[in-house]
């Protein structure tokens, strides 16, 4: 056990931005956080352990009043921002990409709600932020903190931090500790994959904190493989980039083509990359999750919004670059489906009301509708897609509730959609409750398959999205027997129109990481294990061969040239004329991307002997793409070697050094946004 104190300075960013990563609380009772210590601070040696203050008024020190354990504990006072507070560097402390359990104990002196954050910079530079753990701390009493944390591959610049809702209160915090997470073996049960082998694809979504667990990862590999969906890095807030917008407009004097970046989702693309997963992409167009500067002048949030035209071409130039970004950087991902526009109706059918989800009781409200005055931004939407997305990449409409009386307006709009050529499936969330028996349950197994044949009758795919099923809040294992006959239930429904359903992914793995944990929703547990939902599902199927995820023909980006001007008209639904190069509707049997050679690639081939180095050429296979990008990242994450003429041509700028320069350097000349490598 390595139980030494390691002291870290840093000065950390003083903005507040939306989080990326999720951290999820741990059952002490299940898992130890004392089997292998790798960082504590008792403050018992009168020192502060590594700790630094993140504003520059607090007042840091250690004092021998009310610790928790032993005499000491250390004290952050004099703060005058909520997010002052004390902070620890954790660059040389842990490892990007893995989990870690910390336990830490915190208070105030009063009544104020007390977290523990984490901060980080992405591959890009960008700062982000998340609340790992909220706590109202009562009457000075110390709380218990302990939570699964993980930074994303590649982040720098890591901090965890404790923080204040008030002000000006003292925040004491004692026996602070981060330990390894223990890996453990899964079960050895026959892949769900392959149960579905002849009916469906089986796939999951994923977050970049998720990658860092070990035996998480080992039951998505083997049962959700079919599929991975983005959970959070593809939606709006993470992919549209203010600063970068705000540099484009004031070089360019052009207001209407907002950047974007990938770096939120690199570490789910890259896993996704390298294992040939097909990818779901979602989504384009929220209401929820977008920010408000992105409709207003000047990108100014507290600005005016813009007008429908100006508001047309800034959402043909974000869905453009947001495909020409995935193009350049992941030319072999396999992007088979795509969310255009996500949760447009309320349950009554009617469209949200026009403002911003922000504002005061205005939860579902749409800033879509605040620019458009209604829904008729779908339409355009789909359109733009059609004519951005890669070849094979069916475009869907994803809502939830799609059970209710909301599904006439979905069916009256896909009907219309797929009258001009722009949409291929429907996707239905499927956010599921089976409360305390079958009978109770929400909605009824019938309820759902009438949806299901309504969607069916469209002609169009259906994919169901985001299943999950929760019992009862806080009641253990008491309804995991409804849950498995539920489960049952609406996976037999998929069973029977499965020549129309292509795809099943569940909204998750395990129940600790669900956002409905505390009503256990999925059909594993958080000690990895199969709940009986697993085994009702099964029953009756017999396993196949689990279909190979094949590699994709190098994407081709969008075209580079000006956004045409479109004029919205004033009806609800405009006509929308397919594109030439609009993309066939593909029925579910059928293969939408050509299956090809693995060596076959765009980009040239290079020959070792024409140089000494072969720079960029890492696996020395003749040919300098994704392969060689994705054996440089894990060799600067060390979990792989190199051998010495691997790591000459990994230097790819020749300066005698490998490091994260030389990763963006062959990223750049992958993409071709530079010829040539090496000295």
Not at 201 to 217: E, R
Not at 271 to 285: D, G
Not at 505 to 519: H, K, L, P, Y
Not at 660 to 668: H, K, N
Request: proline share 6%; net charge negative; charged share 25%.
């Amino acid at each position: 056990m390595n139980n030494s104190k390691r002291i870290i300075a840093g000065i950390a960013s003083l903005a507040m931005l939306a989080g990326v990563v999720a951290a999820f609380p741990v059952q002490p009772e299940k898992v130890s956080a004392e089997d292998d210590v790798i960082f504590s601070a008792d403050f018992e040696d009168g020192k502060e352990d590594g700790f630094s203050r993140r504003g520059e008024d607090e007042t840091v020190e250690v004092v021998s009043e009310g610790a928790h354990g032993g005499d000491n504990c250390l004290s952050i006072s004099t703060r005058k921002e909520s997010w002052n507070g004390p902070q620890v560097a954790l660059d040389d402390v842990i490892e990007a990409g893995t989990q870690y359990i910390v336990t830490a104990y915190a208070k105030t002196p009063y009544y104020s709600k007390l977290t523990l954050s984490m901060q980080f910079d992405d591959a890009e530079g960008t700062t982000h932020y998340d609340n790992v753990l909220p706590q109202d701390c009562k009457d000075g009493d110390w709380l218990k903190y302990e939570a699964k944390v993980s930074f994303p591959a590649g982040s720098t610049n890591k901090f965890l931090y404790f923080e204040a809702a008030d002000a000006n209160c003292t925040i004491f915090v004692d026996d602070f500790k981060i330990s390894n997470v223990p890996d453990v073996a899964i079960e050895d049960l026959t892949s769900l994959r392959a149960y579905y082998a002849d009916y469906f694809k089986i796939g999951t979504a994923l977050t970049p904190s998720d990658l860092a667990s070990k035996p998480f990862m080992k039951l998505v590999d083997k049962h959700f493989s079919g599929s991975i969906t983005v959970g959070n890095e593809l939606k709006p807030d993470y992919v549209l980039n203010n600063k970068a917008t705000l540099a484009y407009m004031e070089e360019n004097g052009d207001d209407e083509n907002p950047q974007v970046s990938l770096a939120s989702a690199k570490p789910v693309l890259d896993y996704c990359v390298k294992n040939n997963i097909p990818l779901r992409a979602h989504t384009l167009v929220w209401h929820s999750q977008t920010p408000e500067w992105f409709f207003k002048e000047n990108y100014d949030a507290k600005g005016e919004y813009v007008s429908k035209e100006k508001m047309l071409k800034r959402m043909e130039n974000y869905i453009k670059n947001v495909f020409a970004a995935l193009a350049k950087e992941y030319p072999t991902l396999n992007i088979y489906a795509c969310d255009v526009v996500n949760e447009a109706w309320l349950e009554d059918g009617t469209p949200r009301k026009p403002g911003h989800p922000s504002e005061s009781n205005q939860w579902g409200a749409s800033d879509w509708v605040a620019v458009f005055g209604d829904n008729s931004f779908i339409d355009y939407a789909f359109e733009y897609a059609r004519k951005y997305a890669p070849k094979g990449c069916k475009l869907y409409y994803n809502d939830y509730n799609e059970y209710m009386d909301k599904k006439k307006q979905i069916v009256e709009m896909a009907t219309r959609l797929k009258e001009k050529g722009v949409i291929d499936g429907i996707g239905m969330q499927a956010h599921l409750d089976c409360r305390q028996s079958m009978d109770a349950a929400f909605p009824s197994p019938q309820m759902f398959e009438q949806a299901v044949k309504e969607y069916v009758a469209t002609g169009l795919d259906v994919q169901i999205t985001e299943l999950d099923v929760t019992v009862p809040e806080k009641s253990g294992d008491q309804y995991f027997e409804h849950q498995a006959k539920y489960y049952d239930a609406i996976m037999n429904v998929a069973e029977k129109y499965k020549d129309n359903i292509s795809a099943v992914i569940f909204w998750g793995v395990t129940d600790d990481n669900s956002w409905r944990a505390s009503q256990n929703p999925l059909i594993f547990d958080s000690e990895f294990k199969a709940k009986p939902a697993y085994y009702s599902i099964i029953e009756g199927l017999t396993p196949g061969e689990i279909p190979t995820n094949a590699p994709v023909p190098t994407q081709t980006a969008p075209s580079e040239s000006p956004s045409p001007t479109v004029k919205p008209t004033e009806s609800a639904s405009p006509t929308v004329k397919p594109t030439e190069t609009a993309s066939p509707t593909v029925k579910p049997t059928e293969t939408a991307l050509p299956t090809v050679k693995p060596t076959e690639s765009a980009t040239p081939a290079v020959t070792p002997t024409e140089k000494t180095v072969a720079y960029g050429d890492i696996d020395l296979s003749g040919t300098i793409d994704v392969t060689d990008l994705t054996q440089l990242s894990l060799y600067l994450l060390k979990d792989v070697k190199l051998s010495e003429d691997e790591k000459k041509c990994a230097d790819v700028n020749a300066d005698g050094n490998i490091d994260l320069t030389d990763l963006a350097t062959l990223r750049q000349f992958i993409s071709k946004k530079i010829s040539k490598l090496g000295a």
